[in-house]
């Protein structure tokens, strides 16, 4: 959400696209799998 607000609020370029791209990094596989399942329960 941090790179989200930067990016709605300055005209910063690719660079947020890329600061968010590697968030996806910092995660294990099976955290981003129970955040992905939390959201989709959300959606139904």
């Known amino acids: 959400m ?3 607000g ?3 609020l ?3 370029g690719p660079f947020s696209w890329v600061s968010m791209s590697y968030l996806f990094a910092a ?3 099976d ?3 129970a955040a992905w399942r ?3 329960g959300r959606a139904n």
Do not use: G, P, Y
Request: no cysteine.
């Open 2 to 4: 941090f790179h989200v």
């Open 6 to 8: 930067i990016d709605a």
């Open 10 to 12: 300055m005209n910063i």
């Open 27 to 29: 995660f294990e596989h």
């Open 31 to 33: 955290e981003l799998v």
């Open 38 to 40: 939390r959201v989709r």
